[in-house]
């Protein structure tokens, strides 16, 4: 079983920033890529940014410049560094995970449950 478990989210104002974090644990024996996704009400869960294991960063083309994917040493936690945010960039944020699952001998994909930011005058 895999738990991914997100904090950070909340209220910024325009031109502000926020850091988003997420933290895998369970059966894991080799995470592949985390990154993060959003949605906002109405519209489809789009890429916001993803990390590989071994570096290579990839970022959705409204938040190139702004924010910032990173992770730790261990490779079981993501962070997402928000600068410069806009009202545009209010949504849900999700985590995600591909990774080598110990007890399934698979790679599985896996989401966390959420995390609001609202970005507002």
């Known amino acids: 079983q895999v738990q991914l478990v997100e904090s950070g989210g909340g209220l910024a104002r325009p031109g502000g920033s926020l850091r988003l974090s997420c933290g895998a644990s369970g059966s894991i024996f080799r995470m592949n890529v985390m990154g993060w996704y959003r949605q906002a009400p109405g519209k489809q869960r789009e890429l916001v940014a993803t990390?590989?294991?071994?570096?290579?960063?990839d970022y959705g083309e409204s938040v190139k410049g702004r924010f910032t994917i990173s992770g730790d040493n261990a490779g079981n936690t993501v962070y997402l560094q928000m600068n410069s945010l806009k009202r545009e960039d209010t949504a849900v944020y999700y985590c995600?995970?591909?990774?080598?699952?110990?007890?399934?001998?698979?790679?599985?994909?896996?989401w966390g449950q959420g995390t609001q930011v609202a970005v507002s005058s």
């Open positions: 995600s995970a591909n990774l080598w699952e110990m007890d399934k001998s698979a790679n599985y994909d896996h």
């Open positions: 990390i590989t294991r071994g570096g290579p960063t």
